[in-house]
């Protein structure tokens, strides 16, 4: 288990390359979201990654990329459902950049995935919301969508396809699907999805598809 200066140094590096800035309280409740999620990893297998410095870069800072990415477009919702949120992510790291300017939705299906989302909450004093089952059963509605890693199982169409559609049943103005790298361009044009690439240091190439439901959305709504 690496120690809490040598963690917050190497988040504190990361973000500040990419263009992130977090205060000590926030770079703590990370230290004990990694503790937490390290933990039940060995017991659970949540994510394949296991050792901080994979965690930081992959998960919480690439997590984080969604904080630039608002902020380029000029939209800030105040709410986000994370559709497929396995281990939190990209959620819980923007519930605890944004804290109580965002409410956060974790939408996750897996029994051992949800219960660690729920323990967390309390480990973390966080105040989000978990829902345990599938997309499809979820009644609810946010500013906006997101899902970084979206398995659909016995699945004909393209998972991004799926996405889309799964992503707009809970969204009322934005969706967005973190893509990686190589992204078919006639697909995201069928979709009618935009593409947003990022140009940090870590991340440079990434690209964060999405779409505005509604034209007057092409706005802030935190106004």
């Not at 804290?99 to 480990?123: D, H, R």
């Not at 009618?192 to 505005?212: A, C």
Request: glycine residues 6%; hydrophobic residues 40%; contains cysteine.
């Amino acid at each position: 288990m690496v120690e809490e200066k040598s963690f917050s140094q190497l988040l504190s590096e990361c973000c500040q390359r990419n263009g992130i800035s977090l205060n000590g309280e926030k770079v703590k409740l990370f230290y004990r979201y990694l503790v937490e999620l390290q933990k039940w990893n060995r017991v659970h297998n949540l994510i394949s990654a296991d050792s901080a410095e994979e965690i930081v870069c992959r998960h919480f800072c690439d997590s984080l990329t969604l904080v630039k990415f608002f902020e380029d477009i000029g939209f800030k919702p105040r709410s986000l459902a994370d559709v497929g949120s396995g281990a939190g992510f990209p959620g819980i790291p923007l519930k605890i950049y944004y804290g109580k300017e965002l409410e956060v939705c974790l939408i996750e299906s897996n029994a051992k995935k949800s219960a660690f989302l729920t323990y967390l909450k309390a480990k973390l004093g966080l105040d989000y919301r978990v829902y345990p089952t599938l997309v499809q059963k979820v009644d609810i509605k946010c500013d906006a969508a997101v899902a970084r890693a979206l398995e659909v199982k016995g699945k004909r169409k393209h998972p991004l396809e799926y996405a889309v559609s799964f992503l707009s049943g809970v969204a009322r103005y934005l969706i967005a699907v973190m893509g990686g790298r190589n992204i078919d361009p006639q697909l995201v044009e069928k979709l009618n999805l935009k593409v947003y690439e990022l140009q940090t240091p870590d991340f440079k190439g990434l690209k964060i598809l999405y779409k505005f439901l509604k034209e007057e959305a092409n706005l802030k709504v935190d106004d």
